[in-house]
Nanobody, 124 residues
Framework: QVQLVESGGGLVQAGGSLRLSCAASGRTVRSYIMAWFRQAPGKEREFVAALSRSGMYTDYADSVKGRFTISRDNAKNTVDLQMNSLKPEDTAVYYC?????????????????WGQGTQVTISS
């Protein structure tokens, strides 16, 4: 139904910023709850942030609250993740995901569509 491609990953020093972008094709991002997850080597995939279909509601993992912001650009059909005050523990592969459910979920099993991931590495 929808294809997702992440971009914007890279290497940045602790305290720096990165902006990830998730480009959707096939369907509008407004048809889905959109979310970001991340997975570090040897660890389980974890929820980072989500945005409701209306764009009015967001949810964030406690570990990123106040530092990360999820947003949507309807004209570009993209969902972004602005990451500020980055820490070494933010190092992971970041994935964009889409869910057709009625409300925001923080479990990865709730999401139907996934991007390929983009590597984010924070040096200390």
């Amino acid at each position: 139904q929808v294809q997702l491609v992440e971009s914007g990953g890279g290497l940045v020093q602790a305290g720096g910023s990165l902006r990830l972008s998730c480009a959707a094709s096939g369907r509008t991002v407004r048809s889905y709850i959109m979310a970001w997850f991340r997975q570090a080597p040897g660890k389980e995939r974890e929820f980072v942030a989500a945005l409701s279909r209306s764009g009015m509601y967001t949810d964030y993992a406690d570990s990123v609250k106040g530092r990360f912001t999820i947003s949507r650009d309807n004209a570009k059909n993209t969902v972004d993740l602005q990451m500020n005050s980055l820490k070494p523990e933010d190092t992971a592969v970041y994935y964009c995901a889409a869910d057709s459910s009625a409300r925001i979920a923080t479990l990865d099993v709730s999401y139907d569509y996934w991007g390929q991931g983009t590597q984010v590495t924070i040096s200390s």
